[in-house]
């Protein structure tokens, strides 16, 4: 492993330890067993090494799409639906890190470092579903006259509904889960309409509703 991925690993530890506000890069510099020139050679300060690890997740969602496309699946429609769908296993594959991330992004000034990552996934989520969506116009399958702006609307709606997920995931208020439930039927629809359908054929409620289940389950083991 190089110094950067070494600097950015044990950063990671440390965050998810004591902090982000907690940690000094002197304490990054010594469990690395590095120098500070080694340190300031690659990063410029700790809000740099955060940014890297915040990229690194996208990094991620990215390899789990490139996984997706490289599947042979037998329409468009079936790929625009595995985008959430893999977008799903990607976060579930992290549940038991949950602590941790939580962790290391509860910071006071947070709040430009998650901007961050919302742009970055917004980014890479719209560039596959503008592919997606004009792929199937050129196979005739629907007929979206502005395929960038219909992609980066679907992922604002994915956006908007993993903002939410947490609190349901938490919550025992069936009231909340009811409000949830509409939210999903309200974007399945706004897709579907904007493709052209007259019936769901992007499924986002099952998807969603599957993937809260799956992670209360798993963190209902975790507890006990």
């Keep these: 492993m190089d110094l950067k991925q070494n600097i ?31 340190f300031y ?16 997740y996208i990094k991620d969602l990215v390899r789990y799409y490139e996984k997706m496309q490289e599947k042979n699946v037998e329409s468009t429609i079936e790929s625009l639906n595995n985008v959430f769908i893999t977008i799903n296993k990607c976060k579930a594959s ?23 990552m919302a742009e970055e996934f917004e980014i890479v989520t719209t560039q596959l579903y503008k592919k997606l969506i004009i792929q199937g116009n050129e196979e ?11 992609a980066g609307l ?4 994915l956006i908007r509904i993993y903002g939410i997920i947490p ?11 009811v409000e949830f439930t509409e939210l999903l039927e309200f974007s399945e629809e706004l897709i579907n309409g904007a493709l052209g359908f007259d019936t769901n054929k992007i499924k986002i409620k099952e998807e969603a509703l599957s993937y809260v289940k799956y992670c209360r389950d798993q963190l209902s083991k975790q507890d006990n």
Excluded: C
């Design 140 to 150: 005739g399958i629907f007929n979206v006259k502005y395929p960038e702006y219909l």
């Design 154 to 157: 679907w992922t604002r709606e």
């Design 167 to 177: 609190q349901i995931i938490m919550s025992k208020d069936e009231q909340k889960y």
């Design 41 to 56: 050679h690659h990063f410029k300060s700790k809000d740099e090494v955060l940014e890297a690890i915040t990229i690194n």
């Design 94 to 116: 992290k549940i038991e890190e949950w602590p941790e991330i939580g962790k290391i992004y509860s910071f006071k000034g947070n709040n430009t470092i998650l901007r961050k």
């Design 8 to 38: 950015i690993r044990t950063a990671y530890k440390l965050f998810a330890e004591k902090g982000y506000e907690k940690t000094t890069v002197s304490e990054i510099i010594e469990s690395v067993g590095s120098s500070k020139g080694g």
